[in-house]
């Protein structure tokens, strides 16, 4: 019976030591980070932290901004397009009949990269149906967005019908529609 494993009173003599050294280990008061920037041992803590850390010598201020807006742009992508297929689904149920599904996307995507930008109602709008229509010049297309932008007498009625027998303008102010629509839909998600 030599290879009986040894009891537990065997170990009885042994466990206080480990207690005590589990004990002094957890009420020890050292710090793991200096918690009070006015403390004068602090500047000397917070060099050494940045003296590890190897992007700070690499990287000028403006570089680290624009790798950090990189960043959240891409980090809102990624939320942003969890919502989006109700979205895209609600409008394809709405305007699907008149408007070419790859507008509808152009013009859904162009908004939510818009979105994040300080921009003007009116140069959104235009900027959403820019792609869709690149033979024409912002200023005409200012031209159509401007009674949408600008809320001027009463609604704007667009003419609905099939899209291959709507004119060139007719196309156009219903694209702006759409991209109004999009934009109050996002800034309202937004909101919430």
């Given at each position: 019976?030599?290879?009986q494993?040894?009891?537990f009173?065997?170990?009885?003599d042994?466990?206080?030591?480990l207690?005590?050294?589990l004990?002094d280990?957890?009420?020890?008061?050292?710090?793991?980070y200096?918690?009070?920037?006015t403390?004068?041992?602090?500047?000397?803590?917070?060099q050494?932290?940045e003296?590890?850390?190897p992007l700070?010598?690499?990287?000028?201020?403006?570089?680290?901004?624009?790798?950090?807006?990189?960043?959240?742009?891409?980090?809102?992508?990624?939320?942003?397009?969890?919502d989006n297929?109700?979205?895209?689904?609600?409008?394809?149920e709405?305007?699907?009949?008149?408007?070419?599904?790859?507008?509808l996307e152009t013009?859904?995507?162009?908004a939510?990269?818009?979105l994040?930008?300080n921009?003007?109602?009116?140069?959104?709008?235009?900027?959403?149906?820019k792609?869709?229509?690149s033979?024409?010049?912002?200023e005409?297309?200012?031209?159509?967005?401007r009674?949408?932008?600008?809320?001027m007498?009463?609604?704007t009625?667009?003419k609905?019908g099939?899209?291959q027998?709507?004119?060139?303008i007719?196309q156009?102010?219903?694209?702006?529609?759409i991209?109004?629509e999009?934009?109050?839909e996002?800034?309202s998600?937004?909101?919430?």
């Amino acid at each position: 019976m030599t290879n009986q494993p040894p009891s537990f009173l065997e170990f009885g003599d042994s466990l206080d030591p480990l207690t005590e050294n589990l004990l002094d280990v957890l009420l020890e008061t050292e710090d793991s980070y200096n918690w009070d920037p006015t403390n004068p041992d602090a500047e000397a803590y917070f060099q050494q932290l940045e003296a590890e850390f190897p992007l700070v010598n690499t990287l000028d201020d403006l570089e680290i901004e624009e790798q950090a807006d990189m960043f959240f742009s891409r980090l809102n992508d990624c939320w942003s397009s969890v919502d989006n297929s109700d979205m895209k689904t609600s409008l394809k149920e709405r305007f699907g009949q008149f408007v070419p599904d790859s507008w509808l996307e152009t013009i859904v995507n162009k908004a939510q990269a818009l979105l994040r930008q300080n921009l003007s109602q009116l140069n959104q709008l235009v900027e959403c149906v820019k792609p869709l229509w690149s033979a024409w010049t912002e200023e005409d297309l200012e031209v159509f967005a401007r009674p949408l932008a600008y809320a001027m007498r009463g609604r704007t009625i667009i003419k609905q019908g099939d899209w291959q027998e709507l004119s060139e303008i007719e196309q156009i102010r219903f694209s702006m529609v759409i991209a109004q629509e999009v934009i109050n839909e996002l800034t309202s998600e937004q909101l919430q």
